[in-house]
């Protein structure tokens, strides 16, 4: 009797799993794998946190697994250039009938997932693949004339008319026949493989986990959900639900959180805004399938890659590690270094002052942020990044710019939250700690590195060298 296969990748769950689930449907023995690939971690700029991240919620995955009488075996191949050919042996020498995978998007990963299938056909082994990642399906929200959405606003409008009902959640299987199956040579202890070391703290900070996520959701829904209009751009409040790490690894689907808006909130402003979020991550994720040069460091708009971006390593390396003498600016960038992550609102602000204030090249910015973040997902990063340089499609307008000191103020009134990252400025008053004077600032924090007005100015001009475009 031929076995499934089920190949976990970014769906590290039992439930609401669209591949385990039909894996399980068929009556047949089930077996799972799980293919690290660390060159090609290294290669997408995957951040220690989240690889460490997958890693923890693997060991869980394996329980829960196994608590279904189904074994995930771990193995290990460099790139994804290695992985058809591993999967071949596998299915041959498992005596594989149908292989199930979700998914993915970018497209490293879709010229691997066409390999593999390819090399099912050519060993006659089944494969079937599912739509996971997303609320609405590829290429199913379209514009009257049948092409994509350009712009966020109708985009949304035509998603939320497709998901007025809750949407399909898969159980949980129920407990499988035990099998075994023989160990290859080329399978490994999930501690044997590569795993990055990160901090007692940041593993505190993002436990691991199916019931972590769903308790995640239950809480938010309780109460910060309602007060998310309000709440969700004070970066001092817990009034984002921080479900991105979860999301973005699979942990929780974004089926099952989606209809926990629904299904535990009365809906208002509130709810409506913080699913606008959520058809956020849905734009850029289908703009990544729709446009697939913005996957190699290409920008949405062709003519802003005719920008005369500036290269200054030692700006660059300030505002990495959050030493460019603006406090707002600082602290958020000293949160992404201590949590693996960074308030939303921080996200915009950070990514102008380097894409626009200092004129550096964005995909600088985009790179450091997917080395560093829990959440690091390649449409999402992306999308926000080309939408605060202005390169990306309903990017923000490039004479459009935040200026840190506004947004501390507005956002940050009585510098709370820049107290709690740069503690040398805590002694200042609420009004001076958004920008110290010279004589108030301390020896130990640095001059502000460029004047935000001469700054602004000269990003205009550069923008308007290409201003015969009228889509910039």
Not at 222 to 236: E, T
Not at 367 to 377: E, K, T, V, Y
Request: glycine share 4%; charged share 20%; hydrophobic share 35%.
């Amino acid at each position: 009797m031929g076995h499934q296969l089920v190949w976990f990748r970014n769906d590290l769950r039992v439930s609401d799993n669209p591949a385990l689930y039909h894996a399980c449907q068929q009556q047949n023995p089930v077996s799972a794998i799980y293919i690290a690939t660390p060159e090609q971690w290294r290669d997408h700029d995957d951040a220690d946190v989240k690889i460490d991240f997958w890693h923890r919620n693997l060991a869980c995955l394996k329980n829960s697994l196994a608590e279904l009488n189904i074994e995930l075996h771990f193995f290990q191949v460099n790139n994804y250039q290695q992985v058809p050919n591993l999967i071949s042996t596998i299915c041959q020498q498992w005596d594989i009938e149908r292989l199930h995978f979700n998914d993915e998007y970018p497209v490293n990963e879709r010229f691997r997932d066409q390999q593999v299938m390819a090399v099912c056909g050519q060993i006659s082994v089944e494969y079937q693949h599912y739509n996971d990642q997303l609320l609405l399906p590829p290429g199913s929200v379209r514009t009257k004339s049948d092409t994509p959405f350009k712009v966020f606003t109708p985009f949304s409008k035509q998603a939320k008319q497709q998901l007025e009902q809750s949407l399909y959640l898969y159980p949980a299987p129920i407990k499988q026949t035990a099998i075994n199956v023989t160990t290859l040579t080329q399978a490994s202890q999930l501690t044997e493989l590569t795993w990055p070391i990160v901090s007692d703290d940041i593993k505190a900070f993002w436990p691991e986990g199916e019931q972590h996520a769903f308790a995640r959701v239950a809480k938010f829904c309780r109460q910060p959900i309602r007060d998310y209009k309000q709440s969700r751009d004070i970066p001092s409040l817990g009034g984002t639900s921080r479900l991105s790490p979860y999301l973005a690894s699979g942990i929780i689907s974004v089926r099952q959180v989606w209809n926990a808006s629904w299904q535990y909130c009365e809906p208002n402003d509130s709810v409506q805004t913080w699913q606008n979020e959520l058809l956020w991550r849905e734009f850029y994720k289908h703009i990544l399938i729709d446009y697939p040069e913005v996957s190699r460091h290409k920008p949405w708009k062709p003519l802003t890659d005719n920008i005369d971006w500036r290269y200054d390593e030692q700006q660059l390396q300030a505002w990495q590690q959050g030493q460019t003498g603006f406090p707002l600016i600082d602290a958020a960038m000293r949160q992404l270094l201590a949590r693996g992550w960074m308030h939303n609102r921080l996200r915009m602000v950070v990514a102008m002052f380097l894409s626009k204030h200092l004129l550096i090249d964005w995909r600088l910015g985009e790179c450091w942020f997917m080395q560093q973040l829990i959440d690091g997902d390649l449409a999402a990063n992306n999308g926000g990044w080309q939408w605060s340089a202005s390169t990306g499609t309903d990017s923000v307008p490039y004479f459009r710019i935040f200026n840190p000191v506004t947004q501390s103020k507005r956002f940050d009134p009585q510098g709370t939250f820049i107290r709690h990252y740069v503690p040398e400025l805590a002694h200042l008053s609420d009004k001076e700690i958004h920008m110290p004077s010279d004589a108030n600032r301390p020896q130990n924090y640095p001059k502000p590195m460029v004047d935000l007005s001469d700054g602004r100015q000269r990003a205009l001009a550069a923008f308007k060298l290409l201003a015969t475009d009228s889509t910039i």
